[in-house]
Each structure stands twice: as structure tokens, then as C-alpha cells.
Nanobody
């Protein structure tokens, strides 16, 4: 059974930092692009960042470029999101996603709450 478990969320003041982690288990994730999405109250889930399996190419939403950094450890089946210079508008539930482009397979974690106070 595939599981993605996020951790590292919490309450932080504006300008602060948090590091989210996603532990993936239940299958091999070779070839999977790992990503982070977020959903704020009353809003749709939106893309935050993603990183490919091969080469570790990263992509980011414009709203987080220069502040967030995504990374992965393939040997440990872990993906991370370092969030710096946090803003109140970053407040949301953050979700980890594993995506296999060749098959269209997607798996989601249960989410972790990030709250940024002003």
C-alpha cells in the first residue's frame, strides 16, 4: 500500500522558515516526479513545487520562487520543501504528491498544516 506522510508543518511568524518532509513508502518510486501542492481555506489546491527523478530538475510556482526550495533523497524515498521568508498568504494545508508521467499514476499524502502569522 502506497503511503505518503508529510510532516514539519506548524505555526510560524511572517519572515520565518519551515522545512516540510514527505516520507514515501509502499512501492518503488523510480521515475516518479515528486511535488508539493497547497490548499488554502476556500481556495482550490494549487501547485507549489516539483522535482523530477532523473536529474532532479525543479520547478516552482511564481509565488514561491526564490523563497522555497524542493529537494529529494531517492535512496530514502524522501522529499523536502524548505520554506523561507514565509508570508501570511503561504498559510495552507501542504500536500505531497508522487506522479509517474508515463502511466499517469498519482498518489497523495494526507497534508500538513502551515500557518503563517502576521
Amino acid at each position: 500500500q502506497v503511503q505518503l506522510v508529510e510532516s514539519g508543518g506548524g505555526l510560524v511568524q511572517a519572515g520565518g522558515s519551515l522545512r516540510l518532509s514527505c516520507a514515501a513508502s509502499g512501492r518503488t518510486f523510480t521515475g516518479y516526479t515528486m511535488g508539493w501542492f497547497r490548499q488554502a481555506p476556500g481556495k482550490e489546491r494549487e501547485f507549489v513545487a516539483a522535482i523530477t527523478w532523473i536529474g532532479g530538475a525543479a520547478s516552482y510556482a511564481d509565488s514561491v520562487k526564490g523563497r522555497f526550495t524542493i529537494s529529494r533523497d531517492n535512496a530514502k524515498n524522501m522529499v523536502y520543501l524548505q520554506m523561507n521568508s514565509l508570508k501570511p498568504e503561504d498559510t495552507a494545508v501542504y500536500y505531497c504528491r508522487a506522479y509517474l508521467p508515463s502511466a499517469g499514476s498519482r498518489y497523495w499524502g494526507q497534508g500538513t498544516q502551515v500557518t503563517v502569522s502576521s
